[in-house]
């Protein structure tokens, strides 16, 4: 009869409990000696926290017999996370606050780290990591998390909207009223600006109405005007979670004039913050973002909004330098230039505007979103729901991206791209009849490689990427003297022909990494390619088919230097119609070109049909279809 092994079991697990509450005793040593040792180096790491942390570990270990060691660790280092996450997200919050607000001993701490990206994802992200912040900390953010209180308001004319304000101290409004209704005028206008918002954002282009906020300061939606100094716009502070879903209600705090430093000022500003941060209380009605792989959704989309319901201001402008100059920076990084990725959802719009369904994708996107799928996995899903991909359309980003300042074309690209920058190159150099690259790309990023052309012939590019399935590649030619461009994108398979290329004209090379990872963006890989461009022995025909009445000539394109070149032209049934030689000295026969006019050898026109040009390099035959139609 076999024995069960239930006691050993038991003896083995109270062995391991015992173990377990030995070392954490032993860990509580040490971290109540590391806390008095940074507290004396002046680092402000709180001892509170620590001593939590440590407590908590043991009660785990004696209560929880079940538990293995794994686990607890597990829960220390998350723990650990979460305090180191919570330091730095505490001292960014803090430059939210008014100067007289920040306690001296921590004014050269926020010195020292970056400021908020934006204020909107800082105070949410905040309010998410506040229970591994002290009490004090707690205490200190508590300003930024409580509503103001201003003696004024107004109701907008939909009854949507309250506007919060006063008109004295450093808060006050702009006092003019013009129309002498009691109301300042900029407040009249503020209130104007948010309910054309919501008719555009809501009625027009049919996303959801934001949360009600259960009546606190009335039934409206409430904005509350105030000098936010630094530079703000205005930000949206999420308040009241509700149920167990990840929806917010929101309330809106934006500057009470915008005249402090801002790109755009006076009520121009106030009409794109109103669009902005509106479309952020509509966010928050969706789902706030769960990772720190999903805020740059959030603001790209509501600085995309601003154009969308006040097209002539532009205010989206100041964010596009730096935007453009930022190299190997991946797709979804959270980060200042975020703003300018705004053009993503223009690029989208425009790009797709003749595809059904096209027109409410972005909403769409939101949609997904509030089924709790990734910022990424929505914008991918959303495109294949009206038959495309994020592949392929990251890929015509990056050349979009290309066709702004003076290769700008509002018809085909962007409608403002002229005002835009150009991005920068990787490299430039200048091509002869082969050249060679190495480099290396994060995930969700592209770079552009630039090669000036200096002879004339056909060249091909092949290329080796690590994990070729990640990749699309983009060429684009600018022939010499001709201002009009030309892009094809491939993907990293075999050589790939690129075409005749002038000398003098050049060769712009797009390398997209489109692989998504939802590891942090400072842990994201890079990945590996090479390519190669070479001149190759190639003869093509253009127009094809020629069309007389469209075209007076077919030119046929090569790469030769033999003397005794010779090129005969036949019919589909083998008769020769054309044949002539280099060494006649034709001025239309070139050692890389000849350009016909559809007559045979006699002068006379030939009839339509299929030809066949066969171009004799010393022995050595070359054959190429075409169509003449008359």
């Known amino acids: 009869m076999k024995k069960s092994n239930f006691h050993n079991f038991g003896y083995c697990n109270e062995t391991m409990k015992m173990c377990g509450f030995v070392f954490c005793v032993l860990e509580f040593v040490w971290n109540l000696a590391f806390g008095i040792w940074n507290l004396r180096r002046q680092q402000f790491i709180s001892y509170s926290r620590l001593l939590t942390l440590s407590a908590t570990t043991i009660f785990c270990s004696v209560i929880t017999p079940w538990r293995s060691h794994a686990q607890e660790q597990q829960v220390v280092q998350t723990n650990q996370a979460g305090i180191e996450a919570a330091e730095v997200a505490f001292l960014r919050t803090l430059q939210l606050l008014p100067q007289d607000r920040i306690p001296a001993e921590y004014q050269a701490l926020v010195e020292q780290v970056s400021p908020p990206t934006c204020a909107t994802i800082q105070l949410h992200t905040a309010r998410q990591l506040m229970p591994y912040m002290s009490p004090d900390q707690q205490q200190l953010l508590t300003f930024l998390f409580t509503r103001p209180s201003l003696p004024l308001d107004h109701i907008s004319d939909s009854g949507f909207f309250k506007i919060h304000y006063t008109t004295t101290g450093v808060d006050a409004v702009p006092p003019g009223d013009q129309n002498q209704n009691g109301v300042p005028d900029f407040v009249d206008s503020v209130a104007t600006a948010y309910d054309h918002s919501y008719n555009v954002e809501v009625t027009q282009l049919g996303y959801r109405e934001p949360p009600p906020d259960d009546g606190v300061d009335g039934p409206e939606f409430d904005i509350y005007m105030e000098d936010l100094g630094r530079g703000f716009y205005g930000w949206t502070n999420s308040e009241t979670k509700l149920g167990d879903s990840n929806r917010w209600t929101s309330y809106i705090q934006m500057d009470n004039d915008f005249d402090n430093g801002h790109y755009t000022s006076g009520i121009d500003a106030a009409l794109v913050t109103a669009a902005h941060e509106f479309f952020h209380m509509i966010h928050f009605g969706y789902r706030a973002f769960t990772t720190s792989n999903e805020p740059f959704y959030y603001e790209l989309c509501s600085t995309w909004m601003e154009e969308v319901v006040h097209d002539d ?58 089924e709790n799928t990734s910022a990424m996995d929505a914008i991918g899903q959303g495109l294949n729901e009206i038959g495309e991909n994020y592949e392929e359309q990251f890929a015509e980003f990056a050349v979009w991206n290309y066709f702004t300042g003076d290769r700008a074309d509002p018809v085909l690209y962007y409608d403002e791209g002229a005002a835009y920058p150009q991005v ?157 030689r280099l060494s006649d000295g034709l001025d239309e026969f070139t050692p890389d070109s000849y350009t016909w006019d559809g007559l045979d050898n006699s002068g006379n026109p030939v009839s339509s049909g299929i030809y066949i040009i066969l171009l004799n390099k010393g022995g050595k035959i070359q054959k190429q279809k075409f169509a003449l139609i008359r």
């Open 424 to 580: 920068p190159y990787e490299i430039e150099l200048d091509m002869d009849k082969q050249v060679a690259v190495s480099d290396s790309n994060k995930t969700l990023t592209y770079k552009y490689y630039k090669f000036s052309v200096q002879f004339d012939g056909n060249y091909e590019i092949s290329i080796d990427a690590e994990s070729p399935q990640h990749w699309k590649f983009a060429s684009i030619a600018t022939l010499s003297g001709n201002s009009n461009s030309q892009y094809q994108i491939f993907a990293p398979s075999g050589g790939h022909g690129l075409g005749f290329l002038e000398a003098g004209s050049e060769l712009i090379i797009v390398a997209s990494n489109n692989m998504q990872s939802s590891a942090a963006i400072r842990d994201r890989p890079s990945l590996q390619f090479r390519f190669e461009i070479a001149q190759v022995e190639k003869l093509e025909a253009y127009p094809n088919p020629y069309v007389i009445s469209l075209h007076e000539q077919i030119t046929f394109r090569f790469t030769s230097n033999d003397p005794a070149l010779a090129i005969n032209i036949m019919s589909s049934e083998g008769i020769v119609v054309k044949d002539v």
């Open 313 to 370: 201001i532009n205010d989206y402008y100041q964010y596009l330098p730096s935007y453009f100059s930022r190299r190997n920076v991946p797709f979804d990084a959270f980060e200042n230039s975020n703003y300018g990725l705004g053009i993503w959802n223009m690029f989208l719009m425009k790009n797709l505007r003749d595809k059904q369904g096209s027109s409410a994708l972005i909403r769409r996107t939101w949609e997904i979103m509030a």
